[in-house]
């Protein structure tokens, strides 16, 4: 019941992440989620690429639509002191990353710069090559959510 329960927080924590990164646009039609994902590609460098979320009708009610479910294995909150820069370091293991609050952004090959706002959802998968360079804004810290996925 413990793990339910713990299960069912990230879930809805995750839900009110991407809900209130789309809340001002809420009132239009259909309202696209996007996910960044960042890879090794065989270039041994990290790239990123933006990628939408599938909807599919909820099995709940049939004003609903939902994802396809994926395995995760916790969730964990991470605090970044404002200003502080970390070159060159690959993902430590696939995983979503839910920017709760603050700014910041991740730098990959080729000068491409993915903003760090809150709701900003990443896929962290470049675990292995030379990485990615993560920067946060001098105004305030920058806290994550980190949820592993599971292998």
């Known amino acids: 019941m413990r793990l339910f329960t713990r299960l069912m927080f990230v879930v809805v924590l995750v839900s009110l992440a991407v809900v209130s990164s789309a809340s001002h646009v809420a009132a239009q039609g259909r309202v696209t989620t996007t996910i960044t ?7 041994g460098q990290s790239h990123a690429e933006d990628t939408e ?9 049939p004003e609903l ?10 969730a964990q909150f991470l605090r970044w002191p404002r200003g502080f820069v970390w070159e060159g370091h690959p993902a430590s293991k696939r995983q979503y990353v839910i920017i709760v609050s603050g700014r910041g952004e991740v730098d990959v090959v080729g000068g491409k710069k993915v903003q760090l706002a809150p709701g900003r959802v990443l896929l962290a998968e470049d675990v292995t090559g030379k990485g990615h ?3 946060v804004g001098a105004s305030e810290d920058l806290v ?3 949820v592993p996925l599971a292998q």
Not at 37 to 43: C, E, K, P, Q
């Open 65 to 74: 639509t939902e994802s396809e479910s994926v395995k995760v294995t916790a």
């Open 53 to 61: 979320v599938a909807w599919r009708p909820a099995k709940l009610r």
């Open 144 to 146: 994550m959510l980190l």
């Open 133 to 135: 360079t993560t920067r």
């Open 37 to 43: 994902r960042l890879y090794t590609g065989a270039d």
